[in-house]
């Protein structure tokens, strides 16, 4: 890239009032798929950008695995990091990786699959890339238990 072009810095985090409903948010998700997009409990919108190679490798061998794995029972599913769950205290995050059992699947029907899942998964992966802070990580684990 040239040192003469200059791009603005989308930012990384934008609060909207009123805060979006679940609804509305999936539609901006839907309009806006070139950015991965979350939510804080709060309301306010994540920016995340691409991932880089490196973080993007990983993230499909922890897809590969998870989803070798399911198949050696075919119960549930397992889901790649393009998910979108909405959580009990109203964020809504996309882990890296995700399983969701047998019985968590019995309470959804099938135009329920086109959607962010409802409920927080029953295993999910995170992977810590260079840019993510080990404390934040941590406390968005924590948003997933």
Known sequence: ????????RMPGKIVLEPVLSDEEFEELCAANGFF??????EGA????????????????????QLRAWWKTHR????YDSSIG?????????GPDA????????????KRDLDHFLPFAP???????????????????????I
């Open 45 to 64: 919108i994540l920016v995340n950008v691409p991932a880089g190679s490196a973080t993007s490798d990983g993230n499909l061998e922890i897809g590969y």
């Open 75 to 78: 119960r549930g599913r397992a």
């Open 98 to 109: 995700a399983y969701v059992t047998e019985a968590q699947m019995r309470g959804l029907r």
């Open 1 to 8: 890239m040239s040192a003469s072009l200059a791009f603005p």
């Open 85 to 93: 769950v909405f959580l009990p205290d109203g964020s809504a995050l």
């Open 36 to 41: 991965r997009l979350e939510r804080t409990s």
């Open 122 to 144: 029953a295993f999910v992966i995170e992977l810590l890339s260079k840019t993510d802070s080990v404390k934040e990580t941590e406390r968005r684990m924590l948003r997933w």
